[in-house]
């Protein structure tokens, strides 16, 4: 005990003394914010990024912060789905679709004062093409192996083909990249933020720094994780990632080759995970914006004065249904009994935000292939009894999985939702089991290995391509579906490899009609997410595929 | 140690003492005080009122409590809630079901495992606390022992703050009812134990212990048919504290989200966690069990004080 007291003593003194340090730091940043400095937009996040680097990324948190810093070679219009020129400013294919050439722009340079050149975008391909190891993990490479499948060396047997071949710069400003097969994937894969463009000094950087770790537990790479290595040509530059305090800070980069430079001195992304808490930081003039808008708040907000720009509706929520987990529910009439048991348009009536519509099919009805004629499933519970009684699954019984603690573009309030749908369920005889999960990493776990019958879940559109949505879930067997339909399965892969634009519309009409007639979940509804900001701002065009660029922001 | 030990023990200690002058014992003393006490009778009032309501709650609630009955008319997404009204007293949730039966219904859920709870920590505490005190005073040096071991055991679960360590079980354990039961129950072990360990050894000295281990009983008939019998006063008065804390603990639990889960089943904590969220917009929503859980547990610290004070003379100053 002696010996105890005098390090007790010092801890607490120690202790004292850091917290006096911490305290000083934070009322001196808080002056610095409060010093009438109006150049720092500060914009709410409802999570960390994964990474600074975006070709790691895979959700849209990290997105929105590597956007502002890193371009890719196509991208979409302001407040549109329609693609335009990025990096280049035009892009052409030959008539099978495997060979891409892209004319680049000129005088672009990089964050590290490296010019972009046909040779830096091979180079940029060179790398993904060639990652190993860890980098081979989805959590690492989604997207490359969404969209060109696997790698030069495949180290596992679960990554794809690859579909990437090589590319080649035949001139200063045009790169030509060939793919083995077409795909619906192309162009609008290249819009990708996954598929940014680097600067070669800084791929030269992240060569040295390897990432580590198995299955979920990875450990990103160094450079993706702190500021100085990655080098884009976006507006702004990546200037500090303060951890801590969950805050990147990006600078405006002056010698930005866009037309205009971004309209504030700093940005900053600051996470505040939960909802009603990034409220009141803009109630309370603590951050300008932020994004996931409870609808509850939308009213609450406009009276007070502040800006509550409404999104196009670019995603889908649905009810999966996991077909192998129980004989009834491969029985088609059980699963149209669940469709016909559901009253969607309640939930768009009194959950959803402004916009919303009770969806049909699995993709919202901006996106071309969207078909009127399939199959639809009014709300008729009695009908719905029915068709249970005529299946004999009179004494059904589901487990039906939702995430606590999330709110999602698609879905603001799961737990809400959920309640809703069980009830309606409840009403039609069949009963329901709750499940709820937290959203990292348990549900998304559970209901991508086949954990629950059924579950919520959505998707937000990446570029305005139907094959996006459905051939995210229906182009071969998965487990967060678990059923075979080899209609449905053919009819997807044809028309990811058919190069023509109109005949894939057709198709995708025609995939849409068979996947409502076979019903392996049920589309509840599109809504657009909403995103505010203070009064004193000038508003960023809003983007339905939640892709903001702040550099348009400035204060009045 | 603590305050909080030292209180227990001198709980304990008062309460096994016999006032031989008067003659009446301490306990028809104490039932004198406590009848004239006004906080007494209103931590009366008010738990009988919801020891009732948990009774027959299901069969007076107007509605279905978890039937959404009314959705059609609550826009969440507009801000739109409907408040007390003819119909529903205490107006809507968020999804359109009845406050009012969902409140009288959700006082069973806070009132079984407040009371589950309590058994539960009062019975582990009672066989750790009945051990320790036994073995101390009956034990020799073994027992000397054992009881170190166990206090020792006992003092650093006393000394974590009780909803830290509930909380930490519950997150250990899961999501369900049964977690926060024991979770709850747990926390009351070491006050149980402490509590009887000290009353024992108060009644080891007694003259009549002392009569019956001079007559050649055996130390376990003197133990179970003596000692116990005449100790357990006080653990049964801090019962009734004890549930107090219990209904605020499963309440909070509930509404860190570790309790039932199935979130339709009303439950006072669940019904406040809910209403959080739209307290700008519907406050009467949020309101209704937030003041049910303070009265309750006004009510069971009102007894349970007043309890202790009537047991304490001079704690009464």
């Known amino acids: 005990m002696r010996i105890a007291r005098p390090r007790a003593a010092r801890t607490f003194v120690a202790a004292l003394a850091i917290g006096l340090v911490a305290s000083g730091c934070a009322s001196e940043r808080d002056d610095d914010n409060s010093g009438g400095d109006s150049e720092v937009f500060v914009f709410g996040a409802a999570g960390d990024p994964a990474a600074i680097d975006p070709s790691l990324g895979s959700d849209g948190e990290t997105f929105r912060v590597t956007r502002q810093a890193f371009e890719t070679l196509i991208d979409h219009e302001p407040g549109g789905t329609e693609l335009v020129g990025g990096l280049a400013h035009d892009w052409s294919s030959n008539e099978e679709g495997t060979e891409w050439t892209f004319e680049l722009e000129e005088g672009v340079t990089f964050h590290d004062g490296e010019e972009l050149t046909a040779e830096v975008v091979c180079q940029n391909f060179d790398r993904w093409y060639n990652w190993a190891g860890t980098y081979q993990n989805t959590t690492l490479s989604y997207y490359w192996q969404a969209v060109f499948g696997g790698f030069a060396e495949n180290e596992s047997e679960d990554v794809p083909e690859p579909n990437y071949v090589g590319c080649e710069a035949p001139d200063e400003l045009t790169a030509t990249i060939t793919v083995a097969e077409p795909s619906a994937n192309y162009p609008g894969g290249f819009s990708l933020q996954a598929f940014s463009i680097h600067s070669p000094k800084a791929i030269e950087a992240y060569a040295e720094d390897d990432p580590s770790g198995e299955g979920e537990n990875i450990t990103f790479p160094g450079y993706s994780q702190e500021a100085g290595t990655v080098a884009g040509t976006g507006p702004f530059q990546v200037s500090e990632w303060n951890k801590g305090n969950g805050e990147v800070t990006l600078e405006r980069f002056d010698d930005y080759w866009g037309e205009t430079d971004a309209g504030v001195e700093e940005l900053v992304f600051r996470t505040i995970p939960e909802e009603s808490a990034r409220r009141q930081a803009l109630q309370a003039g603590d951050i300008h914006g932020y994004d996931l808008v409870a609808p509850a708040d939308v009213s609450t907000l406009e009276e007070e004065g502040f800006q509550v720009p409404i999104r196009g509706v670019f995603n889908i929520l649905y009810m999966g249904i996991i077909q192998e987990r129980q004989p009834e529910l491969e029985d088609v009439q059980v699963r149209q009994a669940l469709a016909h048991a559901l009253d969607r348009q309640n939930i768009v009536d009194t959950q959803l935000p402004e916009g919303g519509v009770a969806a049909t099919q699995f993709i919202p009805d901006t996106v071309a292939g969207y078909s009127e004629d399939v199959q639809t499933y009014e709300y008729d519970p009695e009908l719905a009894q029915e068709l249970l009684a005529e299946a004999g699954a009179e004494n059904l019984t589901l487990e039906f999985c939702y995430p606590t603690e999330v709110t999602r573009p698609y879905m603001p309030a799961p737990a809400d939702i959920y309640e809703l749908l069980r009830a309606d369920l409840e009403a039609v005889g069949i009963t329901v089991e709750p499940k709820p999960l937290t959203w990292n990493p348990d549900y998304q776990e559970t209901t991508r290995s086949g954990g629950c019958d059924v579950y919520l879940l959505g998707w937000t559109g990446d570029f305005n391509d139907a094959y996006n949505f459905l051939g995210t879930w229906f182009d071969g067997y998965t487990k967060e579906w678990g059923f075979q339909n080899d209609e449905i399965f053919d009819l997807l892969s044809e028309v990811r490899t058919e190069p023509d634009v109109a005949t894939r519309e057709a198709m995708y009409e025609e995939a849409n009609e068979a996947i409502m007639e076979f019903l392996p979940g049920v589309p509840i509804s599109s809504s657009p997410p909403s995103i505010a900001f203070s009064p004193d701002v000038n508003l960023p065009t809003v983007s339905p595929l939640t892709q903001e660029n702040f550099a348009e922001v400035s204060f009045k | ?317």
């Open chain 2, 1 to 317: 140690m603590s305050t909080k030990t030292d209180k227990i023990d001198r709980l304990a200690a008062l309460t096994a003492q016999r006032e031989t002058t008067t003659g009446g014992s301490l306990w028809v003393e104490a039932f004198r005080r406590l009848r004239s006490s006004k906080m007494a009778l209103i931590g009366v009032a008010i738990m009988a009122l919801f020891v009732v309501i948990a009774l027959i709650g299901p069969w007076i609630a107007p509605h279905n409590p978890t039937s959404q009955l009314w959705r059609d008319e609550v826009f969440t997404n507009r801000g739109e809630f409907v408040g007390p009204r003819g119909e529903n007293w205490l107006g809507l949730d968020h999804l359109g079901r009845d406050q009012l039966s969902r409140m009288l219904v959700g006082a069973r859920q806070t009132l079984l495992v407040g009371v589950i709870s309590t058994v539960l920590g009062f019975v582990v505490g009672a066989l750790i606390g009945g051990v320790s005190g036994a073995a101390l005073a009956f034990g020799g040096r073994a027992g000397q022992r054992l009881d170190t071991v166990l206090m020792r055991f006992i003092d650093m679960m006393l000394a974590m703050p009780s909803l830290l360590l509930a909380v930490s079980i519950a997150a250990v354990m899961g999501q369900s009812l049964t977690t926060v039961m024991i979770a709850v129950g747990v926390v009351q072990v070491p006050i149980f134990a402490r509590l009887l360990r000290g009353s024992m050894l108060s009644q080891a000295n007694a003259d009549y212990v002392l009569a019956a281990r001079a007559l050649g009983v055996r130390r376990r008939r003197v133990v179970m048919g003596h000692v116990l019998p005449n100790s357990l006063g006080p653990v049964i008065v801090q019962s009734t504290l004890a549930l107090a804390t219990a209904i605020i603990e499963a309440a909070a639990l509930s509404y860190l989200g570790l309790g039932n889960p199935d979130a339709a089943q009303p439950e006072w904590g669940v019904m406040l966690a809910q209403a959080e969220r739209f307290f700008d917009e519907a406050p009467f929503m949020a309101i209704c069990p937030a003041l049910g859980i303070i009265v309750t547990a006004l009510g069971f610290t009102l007894l349970g004080e007043s309890m202790r004070e009537a047991l304490d003379p001079k704690l009464r100053s």
